[in-house]
């Protein structure tokens, strides 16, 4: 595992909070808010991937001035008010600020103050290629020529464009280590684009499923871990960049999981956890744990679910998070299904609901910005289908359905999979091929081999009810589908 060699250096200027947003922000949670912002968005057409470390970031004053189609997005939000009224500076104040010198930042081993945002050019966003401003300023992302080409690259999956989140400007260290150089010491820049990076891979899943990112992905974790061994030059970088790193980790395990690679998600899981566990970070084990309770109810090991799922809600106790304990309980609930124990997977469901309805707060970690009522509701479905009480896990999946955030392709793919699947089981056969269908219309978007296995289970159920209505078009659908690499 890497090390992290830390020397003593002035502080960090402090960003100054964004007050004014954060109260218009009220009692929403910065997940909440986020889906607001990007509803928002849609409404003129625009597209951003907001999301709740975005908003965080916007509070504690680290963004000064947002981009252009974040800047139409909000005054559409809050109409009569401007830039400066929402608590951002004006943007005269932050163009061309950047002043250090390239060799003047890289003498002190660390790399520029950013003065305007590091939010990146997300793929889906829409501008006028012709407005120099808006180019300009969505490439302001870092703090530097070289650490903004980190989000200028893009690659092809299966016919649909989409950004890739990469590291591969801070690759430097692999190209130094490679001539016998040592790798320069990681700044503020470096940790922001490892950042970056994890909410980009996140954002991606939740649109287009796993398994045309995972192999992407890989690179950018073994960057983040050169970073750790070349050693930052203040402790707070340090911990960003070992946060940075475990998240990372946990998010490429979860690719793996997702796409069937049940051995390389376990392997990712575990370097997370090390991680956490090397710099005292409860809520990267927390996640870690979440994760590989996750995973082992998948892979057929329901007392380590159990067992794992414990350890997170150990860990995660005193960070405060009342929806963090509640999805940590759904996690044990689906272990104590795995091992066929009704009670004891009722009381975890009990304690997920209770924990839940506390609502969401500031504690809530930004990873968690897809848990909401629809994924406690899909959660209980596959607990009670792993019970075999189909009926039930029906109505919860179809419920999973409805209140799902159109955001979250993904997601919608895998409750009408399993809702699918469901009917099939519980002799509705009928209702099964709809739901079936309705997957298969968002399969052009998402690839998710384990959504692809719920799919084939289903169909093997309703070979033999071909007469029924629907299931004969539903079966010939499916055979033809491509099967996932």
Not at 66 to 77: Q, S
Not at 213 to 225: E, H, S, W
Not at 257 to 272: T, V
């Amino acid at each position: 595992m890497a090390s992290s060699t830390v020397t003593s250096a002035q502080p960090e200027r402090p960003p100054r909070p964004n007050l004014a947003f954060r109260r218009l922000r009220g009692k929403r949670s910065p997940a909440e808010f986020a889906a607001a912002v990007r509803r928002a968005a849609r409404e003129i057409g625009e597209r951003v991937s907001c999301d709740a470390r975005y908003v965080g970031r916007v509070e504690a004053g680290e963004i000064r001035c947002p981009n252009y189609a974040y800047e139409r997005v909000f005054l559409h939000m809050f109409p009569g008010r401007t830039l400066t009224d929402l608590g951002f500076a004006p943007r005269s104040s932050v163009r061309g600020r950047q002043a250090r010198s390239t060799s003047e930042s890289r003498g002190a081993g660390e790399p520029y103050e950013t003065y305007d945002t590091r939010d990146t050019h997300d793929p889906h966003e829409r501008h006028d290629p012709h407005d120099l401003h808006d180019l300009h300023n969505l490439y302001e992302t870092h703090d530097n020529n070289e650490e903004s080409d980190v989000l200028r690259r893009a690659f092809m999956t299966s016919g649909a464009t989409v950004a890739a989140a990469s590291l591969g400007p801070l690759g430097l260290a692999f190209d130094a280590a490679a001539a016998g150089r040592p790798a320069r010491r990681a700044g503020t820049g470096e940790a922001g684009a490892l950042e970056e990076a994890v909410r980009r891979i996140r954002l991606l899943d939740d649109r287009h499923g796993a398994d045309g990112l995972y192999r992407r992905a890989a690179a950018p974790l073994r960057t983040a871990y050169a970073l750790l061994d070349a050693g930052a030059s203040r402790q707070a970088t340090a911990d960003r960049l070992y946060t940075g790193a475990g998240e990372l980790a946990i998010s490429v395990g979860w690719l793996a999981h997702d796409s069937g690679r049940f051995d390389d998600a376990r392997s990712h899981y575990a370097e997370a956890l090390a991680t956490a566990r090397m710099n005292g970070d409860a809520g990267l084990e927390a996640h870690a744990f979440c994760n590989m309770a996750f995973l082992a109810r998948d892979a057929g090991r329901p007392r380590e679910a159990v067992r794992a799922a414990q350890a997170a809600q150990r860990a995660a106790r005193p960070l405060g998070s009342a929806r963090l304990m509640s999805l940590l309980s759904l996690r044990e609930a689906g272990g104590w299904a795995g091992l066929a124990d009704r009670v004891g997977c009722e009381q975890a469901l009990v304690r997920a609901q209770t924990f839940f309805e506390r609502g969401p707060s500031d504690a809530d970690p930004e990873w968690m910005s897809f848990y909401g009522e629809a994924e406690l509701e899909g959660l209980e479905a596959q607990c009670w289908s792993t019970l075999g009480d189909w009926p039930r896990a029906a109505r919860h999946a179809r419920r999973a359905g409805d209140l799902q955030d159109p955001h979250f392709t993904r997601n919608l793919a895998l409750y009408s999979a399993e809702l699918a699947d469901d009917l099939a089981r519980g002799g509705r056969p009928d209702e099964a091929a709809g739901a079936g269908m309705q997957c298969l219309d968002l399969l052009g978007e998402v690839q998710s081999s384990r959504i692809h296995t719920m799919l084939a289970g289903t169909a093997r159920v309703l070979l033999p009810h071909r007469r029924a209505s629907g299931v004969s078009t539903f079966l010939d659908r499916h055979g033809a589908l491509p099967r996932p690499a």
